[in-house]
T-cell receptor, first 115, second 114 residues
Framework: EAQVTQNPRYLITVTGKKLTVTCSQN?????MSWYRQDPGLGLRQIYY???????DKGDVPEGYKVSRKEKRNFPLILESPSPNQTSLYFC??????????????FGPGTRLTVT | AQKVTQAQTEISVVEKEDVTLDCVYE???????LFWYKQPPSGELVFLIR??????QNEISGRYSWNFQKSTSSFNFTITASQVVDSAVYFC???????????FGGGTRLMVKP
């Protein structure tokens, strides 16, 4: 089954404790992206990757890091989480860059709480 | 810079009513793509439709229809004869040609009461 998986689905952590949210897709998609969803703000793009070893900032990259060492994986790293990073996070992938109009396939989401 | 506005934050209707969700966008590009996604209470994001800027034909899919008007920069979504299962948050989104980012509106929460 074609899918995007994220782990963990729920995470409660404390300020400053490094964490990684994993994202994996089995569709051989070049494009992958991370979003955060906050009430009233919709989804905002954090980082995206056009292919292996190619990543770039989205609208809200501060406090996050990503890497793309393999085509299927695109982990999101919070080196020193803060309470304002409490949010619902989505990973997504697409076959081609968005300019080619392909829709993105979204993972199930990771709800992160930073206390 | 691209921007998407969904002015209706919440809409409540009674089952079988028709409802229209508004979406207004801003972009300087002449080629762009518009999307609608549904987020049911379970939380996942479900793709509904994609439309490119050169295709202004309205689209109908069952009880769903979309009205794209470049003159008013709008891409509105209508649900005919709404059902309780339509209760969800709906997002409109925009991507520019050659761009790598998808910009979402703030979402509209639709509540359909029995």
């Amino acid at each position: 089954e074609a899918q995007v998986t994220q782990n963990p689905r729920y995470l409660i952590t404390v300020t400053g404790k490094k964490l990684t949210v994993t994202c994996s897709q089995n569709m051989n998609h070049e494009y992958m992206s991370w979003y955060r969803q906050d009430p009233g703000l919709g989804l905002r793009q954090i980082y995206y990757s056009m292919n292996v070893e190619v990543t770039d900032k989205g609208d809200v990259p501060e406090g996050y890091k990503v890497s793309r060492k393999e085509k299927r994986n695109f982990p999101l790293i919070l080196e020193s989480p803060s309470p304002n990073q409490t949010s619902l996070y989505f990973c997504a992938s697409a076959l081609l860059p968005l300019g080619s109009s392909y829709e993105q396939y979204f993972g199930p989401g990771t709800r992160l709480t930073v206390t | 810079a691209q921007k998407v506005t969904q002015a209706q934050t919440e809409i409540s209707v009674v089952e079988k009513e028709d409802v229209t969700l508004d979406c207004v966008y801003e972009t300087r590009d002449t080629t762009y793509y518009l999307f609608w996604y549904k987020q049911p209470p379970s939380g996942e994001l479900v793709f509904l439709i994609r439309r490119n800027s050169f295709d202004e034909q309205n689209e109908i899919s069952g009880r769903y229809s979309w009205n794209f008007q470049k003159s008013t920069s709008s891409f509105n979504f209508t649900i005919t004869a709404s059902q309780v299962v339509d209760s969800a948050v709906y997002f409109c989104a925009l991507s520019e040609e050659g761009g790598n980012m998808l910009t979402f509106g703030g979402g509209t929460r639709l509540m359909v009461k029995p």
